[in-house]
């Protein structure tokens, strides 16, 4: 998912619950109209930087991003695709 400035507050939470956490750390109480609005207004509203907000959330995307590789790379333990030499 492309987080930009038209990003849906509450598409980003579906897809990234753990972005909560990065807006409360600017403070950012969400409410319902909140949840309404893309980042652009959010930002606006709250006097937040878009540029930062956006790093911020980007991070959170590439952590993500590093997590299902390392899914990958287990994925054939997880099947049964090894051998049991005992």
Do not use: H, K
């Not at 753990?18 to 309404?36: F, G, N, P, Q, T």
């Amino acid at each position: 998912m492309q987080v930009n400035r038209r990003t849906q507050v509450s598409v980003l939470l579906q897809s990234y619950p753990e972005a909560r956490e990065i807006l409360s750390w600017y403070d950012i109480d969400l409410d319902e109209a909140d949840l309404e609005r893309d980042l652009g207004q959010l930002c606006a509203s709250y006097g937040i930087d878009l540029g930062d907000l956006e790093a911020e959330l980007e991070a959170l995307q590439d952590d993500d991003d590093e997590d299902y590789e390392d899914y990958e790379d287990y994925g054939s333990y997880d099947s049964g695709d090894f051998e049991d030499n005992d």
